[in-house]
């Protein structure tokens, strides 16, 4: 939730930190930094510090006591100049239209800076999930997929998973989609469960990347995985995946959580014995001989911190306390922009979002792909390919990285915006 306020009184006494900034600020002043760098026409800059489209629908639902409750959605649309707009339909009670344009900044950026041909787009419905039954859930998603479905198309823009939304939700948006054109069209949206053109690998994709750009980053900064040490806040699919990776990979995992607390072993976790979300809801803590909190394990002194639940949970009131020497972020956000500078300032080396959790669109475009050429491809094709291009993804921001004084996130902005921006450049404005 990057539009989550930050109110943590400042233990410091001076004044509480400034409120956070909203994901659609943070993603403008994202732009206005790698502009910075970069050589970029300041009329292509313009353009991209505003959506292309947003629609906003009224979705009416038929509440299962009879009554009929009338929720907001939207879709913004940032921009397409690389390909079709891609990016995940949430269901949270914060969603906003600003929220929405800004996190489809951040797919612009998070699709380029992965190469894929996609631009970026991120769209939801202002309502709590968990307040919804299945059959609720149902006929909100499919009234939704109806009012969205001039805007959406597999050649158009194609929505995915994000908070709130999961396989089943996208093979109703699938399935709604299709039944008013006439036809199957299982590109229209990615996600969806393997029985109906979903991907293999897919669901497991954002922990993989995380797990792949940890790998890379302890490389490049000389630690071996079986001397390095890992806490992982979240234990849903991008913590848990990620976790059991690394432990896989020889990585000693001495802290995974949940929304109770942390399990932590400074012996190490055995990561595959620890149910996750989809396996079993809030389970972390319950067979833990130690039980620490998640502020605690923020603040673990371990090699890597992967923060791989909420947005905005690395504030300026906790940043210096981080010990961790490498943070990859798992979640989307999950670092303010006062904290992002603190540790900044400490040489803590940040691996962005954008690029540590971009496996999960990276596999929609591999379903995207499978759905076209009605040819699945085989999880170990799947997760090659990944790799191939999580290393391709990773050599382009360490160039940047190496040859600038920027950080990693300046330096994956860097890659996206000039790719972009090249882009714009060729195609030109039209008319
Ligand atoms: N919602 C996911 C994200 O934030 C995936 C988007 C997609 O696969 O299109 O990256």
Excluded at 55 to 77: I, K, L
Excluded at 153 to 175: L, S
Excluded at 356 to 378: C, H, K, M, P
Excluded at 379 to 388: F, I, K, M, P, S
Aim: proline fraction near 6%; include cysteine.
């Amino acid at each position: 939730m990057a539009s989550a306020s930050e109110t943590s009184p400042d233990p410091a006494g001076d004044p509480p930190d400034a409120p956070t900034e909203s994901a659609l600020e943070t993603a403008l002043r994202q732009l206005r930094s790698a502009a910075d760098h970069l050589d970029v026409d300041a009329n292509i800059v313009e353009r991209l510090k505003h959506p292309t489209k947003v629609e906003e629908v009224t979705v009416p639902v038929a509440r299962d006591d009879g009554t009929v409750e009338v929720f907001t959605g939207y879709r913004a649309q940032h921009d397409s100049v690389r390909g079709p707009y891609k990016g995940g339909l949430r269901y949270h009670p914060d969603v906003t239209r600003d929220e929405c344009v800004g996190l489809a900044m951040w797919m612009t950026w998070k699709c380029a800076v992965m190469d894929l041909p996609f631009g970026g787009a991120k769209g939801g419905v202002a309502v709590d999930p968990k307040a919804l039954s299945r059959a609720e859930k149902e006929r909100l998603t499919r009234r939704f997929t109806q009012e969205l479905r001039t805007v959406i198309g597999p050649n158009q823009d194609i929505p995915a998973p994000d908070m709130g939304t999961d396989p089943q939700t996208m093979a109703w948006v699938m399935d709604a989609y299709s039944m008013q054109e006439g036809e199957t069209i299982p590109g229209v949206v990615t996600g969806k469960p393997p029985v109906v053109g979903g991907s293999e690998g897919r669901a497991e994709a954002p922990g993989r990347s995380v797990a792949l750009i940890t790998r890379l980053a302890c490389e490049q900064y000389d630690r071996h995985l079986d001397e390095t040490t890992v806490a992982v806040q979240g234990y849903g699919s991008v913590g848990a995946n990620a976790a059991r990776l690394l432990d896989e990979w020889g990585a000693t995992v001495v802290a995974v959580s949940d929304v109770n607390g942390a399990m932590y072993d400074p012996d190490g976790i055995e990561t595959a014995a620890v149910p996750s979300h989809d396996e079993e809801p809030e389970a972390v803590t319950t067979d833990a001989d130690r039980v620490i909190s998640n502020d605690e394990l923020l603040t673990l002194d371990v090699d890597v911190l992967i923060p791989a639940a909420l947005g905005n949970v690395i504030t300026k009131a906790n940043a210096e306390a981080v010990a961790a020497d490498i943070v990859v972020e798992g979640a989307n956000g999950p670092i303010t922009s006062t904290a992002d500078s603190l540790l900044a300032a400490r040489d803590v080396a940040v691996l962005p979002d954008i690029l540590a959790n971009a496996g999960g669109v990276t596999v929609s475009y591999f379903e995207w792909l499978q759905d076209i050429n009605r040819r699945a491809w085989s999880l170990e094709r799947v997760n090659d390919e990944l790799e191939a291009e999580m290393e391709a993804a990773w050599r382009a921001v360490r160039a940047e990285f190496e040859r600038r004084d920027v950080t990693w996130r300046e330096a994956a902005y860097i890659v996206a915006l000039s790719r972009i921006a090249d882009a714009h450049d060729a195609r030109g404005l039209w008319p």
